[in-house]
């Protein structure tokens, strides 16, 4: 008996994105499927930001949630842990909840809170101002604000580029373990290779444009297989060995 593809959460067919006048990305043409892991890959300015960016657009048009991890992070600098974190439910509560809230945390809210940062290492900073933490504490907030929205998909652009590679991995967990579906930019190959059954690759053709040139499974990928998305870092390469 075949199996049925499950419908796409999103078909996203555009011939092009941009900024403007700016073009980043043209001919797109990408499926987002349920269960799926996708690793958007490419060297800087290849233009992950932008297809994410596209990619929450197209979703919240279809009224799909989705928890939104950006790259500058978002945060209140003068606010604490806890106050971030809870920013992402603000929507889910009246004015005067998020208010009260603000003056003095109900137990419950605190109590939910404190129990997401357990894992990621920071339930003992939740008092802390976000301006007080170090660049890898930040992400982990950025993280937790992400996850605290509850939503079974999740959109991150380099939510773990602050940290080392065994606690990015453990991030990536995290994420996988707390969401049905997952699309994450990075600029770690192995970390693609290794957690996610799906990558995308970014980067520019001879026309001097942003296009996918690759879209496949990681199975049987290798992180060699990938060298091509970076040729900047492979041109210093074969400099340093000549």
């Not at 439910?89 to 109900?106: A, E, G, I, V």
């Not at 809170?113 to 933490?133: D, F, H, N, Q, Y």
């Not at 590679?165 to 970390?191: F, N, Y």
């Not at 520019?204 to 870092?233: E, N, R, S, W």
Request: aromatic content about 4%; proline content about 5%.
């Amino acid at each position: 008996m075949t199996q049925e593809t499950p419908s796409p959460l999103l078909h996203l067919s555009q011939d092009h994105l941009g900024h403007g006048a700016e073009v980043v990305l043209r001919d797109l043409d990408i499926r987002l499927l349920p269960g799926e892991r996708i690793a958007l890959l490419g060297a800087s300015g290849a233009g992950k930001s932008t297809l994410l960016e596209a990619l929450r657009a197209a979703l919240q048009q279809r009224d799909v949630a989705a928890a939104w991890c950006p790259q500058r992070q978002g945060l209140v600098p003068q606010l604490s842990v806890y106050h971030n974190i809870f920013m992402g439910r603000l929507d889910q509560h009246s004015r005067l909840t998020n208010l009260l809230n603000l003056l003095r945390p109900k137990p419950a809210h605190w109590q939910a809170v404190a129990t997401l940062c357990e894992p990621l290492g920071i339930a003992g900073l939740m008092e802390r101002s976000v301006e007080a933490l170090s660049g890898g504490q930040r992400q982990r907030v950025a993280i937790a604000r992400a996850l605290y929205q509850g939503h079974d998909l999740f959109l991150g652009d380099e939510p773990v580029a602050s940290v080392d590679p065994h606690q990015a991995s453990q991030l990536i967990q995290l994420i996988h373990a707390r969401h049905v579906t997952s699309v994450v930019a990075l600029h770690q190959r192995e970390l693609a290779l290794t957690h996610f059954t799906r990558v995308i690759g970014l980067g520019k053709q001879a026309d001097g444009q942003g296009h996918v040139l690759l879209d496949v499974a990681t199975d049987g990928l290798t992180p060699g297989d990938l060298d091509f998305l970076y040729p900047a870092a492979a041109t210093r390469e074969s400099s340093d060995v000549s």
